[in-house]
């Protein structure tokens, strides 16, 4: 029997998760890095175990990901999606409980554009009378 890969993509503000699963030991390696030495002390873990804890599957995969773009909180947040949407993947009867906790959707919140005339998104330049 081959190894079955399953792979996903994850995504927040501007970061990209690419995201690997196998069936493994549970060890998560970000960038050829592990995951601590990756992401330092940010509070990482608790997140990144979510998906495998609301579908019960902790320690059954090990996690290949290649993370680009946006701040390290954003990647945290890019990478637990791939996660969850490579789960999904793999078995199509974790959907729910992954939709229930909120993992499959795209967090559609990013950086408003600057419009012209003003000093940023919404502030404006002070105004004077005189």
């Known amino acids: 029997m081959a190894q079955e890969k399953t792979y996903a993509t994850g995504k927040r503000k501007t970061a990209i998760a690419r995201v690997w699963l ?3 030991s549970g060890k998560v390696a970000v960038n050829t890095q592990d995951v601590a030495a990756y992401f330092g002390n ?3 873990e608790p997140k990144l175990a979510k998906p495998f804890a609301v579908t019960n ?3 059954n995969y090990d996690v290949v990901a290649t993370v680009a773009g946006g701040g390290k909180s954003a990647q945290v947040d890019a990478l637990v999606h791939g996660i969850a949407r490579a789960l999904q993947e793999l078995d199509p ?4 409980p992954l939709k229930k906790a909120g993992l499959l959707t795209r967090d559609p919140r990013a950086k ?3 419009k ?3 000093r940023s998104a919404r502030a404006r330049f002070q105004f ?3």
């Open 112 to 114: 408003e554009r600057k």
């Open 42 to 44: 940010i509070y990482f």
């Open 116 to 118: 012209y005339g003003l």
């Open 57 to 59: 599957t902790t320690d």
């Open 22 to 24: 196998t069936p493994g």
């Open 93 to 96: 009867e974790m959907r729910l």
């Open 128 to 130: 004077s009378k005189r």
